[in-house]
């Protein structure tokens, strides 16, 4: 497996429910992040971003933008 996609990832901020920072990503045949105190979880990034890390990545970013 290359490194070529692999890319660092960006930092998680605190869950905008609870303020927990355990948080944790659920990468199966979809990514998103989830809180693991109240199981609050981020916007869902589908399949198509399958490189490398990239979907981690964008479900992170994602996360990041909720208010
Ligand atoms: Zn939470």
């Not at 609050?40 to 994602?62: M, Q, Y």
Request: hydrophobic share 30%; with cysteine; proline share 9%.
């Amino acid at each position: 497996m290359s490194d070529l996609f692999t890319q660092p990832l960006p930092d998680k901020l605190p869950c905008p429910f609870c303020g927990s920072t355990n948080l944790f990503p659920f990468n199966n045949t979809n990514c998103y992040i989830k809180c693991k105190d109240c199981w609050a979880t981020g916007p869902i990034v589908f399949d198509k971003l399958d490189h490398g890390n990239e979907r981690e990545a964008e479900s992170i970013r994602r996360w990041n933008e909720r208010r």
